[in-house]
């Protein structure tokens, strides 16, 4: 990790050593489109941002609602996510989305006869994997004979071979299912965590995508699984911040600017075409959505275009809830026994002064995401009393919802086949987004790395040398 300190570019300068300045266009201004523009800047590369809507950060982003700043959605990463903390540290924003000190997650369990249960998965500090024997052992939402067959499972997906392209092609529940896991086990432990970060169930996910986060998240580190989340709006981060670096390594951003084509020149260079205006450039980084960068694609770019299209897609709800009182201690929970997945209190992010704010975030949200709002308030109100003590007898004094309907890419078997590099056929022209292949699914660090892939093969091709303080890894077969 770097110190945080990044000088701004000398463009056509001393700094390029008497070569002639050479220029890039990012289309797209989430953090895939960030990062491969902060990269290519700080190559010395004169760089165009272009964002269609009216601000940066894709979807992970803020709005206002009154007096609430509101994110979009509930966005979280891991300490084994080295590139999005590295993106932190760029924007000098890491302060700002810290990690717990070690993982501890609370599990509150309503379908037991008994009544309301609490449970944790939290690591000690040993040596993988008895970092979580511990907890493992004593989590009171499954059986002993449960516990025991999660480990053996465990033990197995450590021993897969990530760069086994067959591994693709099986679902994860087929696989759990066949290393003895029960509906119980998979619901209690292996979706808890897999529909939150692959945005599916695991019989609908691939299990070389579900491998490679277990495998990464808690079977590589003992602290690889700590979670970390942004105690500020993301506005702050993805938006502001990044625009503040952005300016600084001498980026031109242009937002509420969509780009209508894309075309190669004569003379190898390539034309964006915006609303009144051709840009002329040396290489251009596509690091929008894939089927926007279907339709801007020039004809031969891919071998299969078509692909593209059929990388399906997977919604995430957001439910909203704000109290007249403080009704949750914790900082966040995730739920059992109840349509209810992770709570999130928000109350100091979003500048509520007085009461609680509380945000859902539902996950692999297929069945909920067109409901009407009072439908949704009418099924998930009486679960959070069911789940949350204080909430009986509170007041509601706000209830919305946000819907991302293409929130991520839909992480199905086969879809690694589908999911193109950074490099298209045509010299100059690259691809970004958490959609491209990472090898990992679509999370906020898959599209940094995309970010740093379509930056390090469009500098490679401009002759450009690679940024010192770059973020570094080995890059997805």
């Known amino acids: 990790m770097s110190d945080g300190s990044y000088p701004a570019p000398a463009h056509g300068a001393a700094g390029d050593e008497g070569a002639a300045a050479r220029s890039a266009v990012v289309v797209g201004g989430g953090l895939a489109g960030i990062t491969a523009a902060l990269a290519l800047a700080d190559a010395g590369v004169r760089v165009t941002l272009l964002e269609g809507r009216p601000r940066l950060g894709g979807l992970a982003f803020s709005f206002q609602r009154g007096e609430l700043t509101v994110d979009n959605g509930q966005h979280v990463y891991l300490r084994c996510c080295t590139a999005y903390r590295w993106f932190l540290d760029r924007i000098q924003g890491a302060a700002l989305a810290p990690l717990q000190d070690r993982l501890d997650v609370p599990v509150v369990d309503v379908a037991k006869p008994e009544g309301r249960r609490l449970g944790r998965l939290r690591r000690d500090a040993l040596p993988v994997p008895l970092h ?78 579900a491998a490679m986060v277990f495998k990464t998240g808690l079977l590589s580190d003992p602290g690889a699984a700590d979670i970390g989340w942004a105690h500020v709006p993301l506005g702050e981060l993805h938006d502001r911040l990044a625009r503040k670096a952005l300016d600084s390594a001498g980026v031109r951003t242009e937002v509420r600017t969509r780009v209508t084509s894309v075309s190669t020149n004569e003379n190898g260079t390539w034309s964006v075409q ?124 706000d209830f919305f919802v946000t819907r991302e309907r293409t929130a991520t890419f839909a992480p199905t078997p086969g879809v690694g086949r589908l999911r193109p590099g950074a490099r298209t056929k045509a010299p100059g022209l690259y691809l970004a987004g958490a959609w491209t292949a990472t090898g990992w699914p679509a999370t906020m660090e898959s599209a940094v790395r995309s970010g740093v892939s379509a930056a390090d093969a469009a500098l490679s091709a401009l002759g450009r040398p690679r940024p010192r303080h770059l973020f570094e890894f080995e890059e997805a077969a």
Request: a negative charge; proline letters at 6%.
């Open 274 to 397: 915006v609303p009144g205006e051709r840009l002329e450039t040396d290489a251009v980084v596509l690091a929008v959505p894939q089927r926007e960068a279907h339709d801007l694609l020039p004809a031969g770019t891919l071998d299969a275009p078509e692909q593209l299209l059929r990388i399906g897609t997977a919604p995430i709800l957001n439910i909203h809830v704000v109290y007249d009182r403080t009704v949750l201690a914790r900082p966040f929970f995730a739920a059992l026994g109840t349509p209810v997945q992770w709570v999130f209190d928000r109350t100091a992010a979003s500048g509520l002064g007085a009461g609680q704010y509380l945000a859902l975030s539902q996950s692999a949200a297929q069945d909920d995401i067109d409901l009407p709002v009072a439908e949704l308030r009418e099924r998930y109100l009486p679960e959070l009393e069911r789940l949350i003590p204080g909430t009986r007898g509170a007041e509601v004094q």
């Open 132 to 209: 979580l024997g511990r907890s493992l052992a004593a989590y009171p939402h499954l059986s002993l004979a449960e516990r025991a067959a999660v480990g053996r499972a465990a033990l197995a997906l450590k021993g897969l071979d990530l760069a086994d392209p067959t591994l693709d092609t099986q679902d994860f529940g087929s696989w759990l299912a066949a290393h003895g896991q029960s509906a119980r086990a998979i619901e209690a432990l292996w979706d808890l965590v897999g529909v939150a970060t692959l945005n599916a169930v695991a019989g609908d996910a691939s299990l070389g995508l």
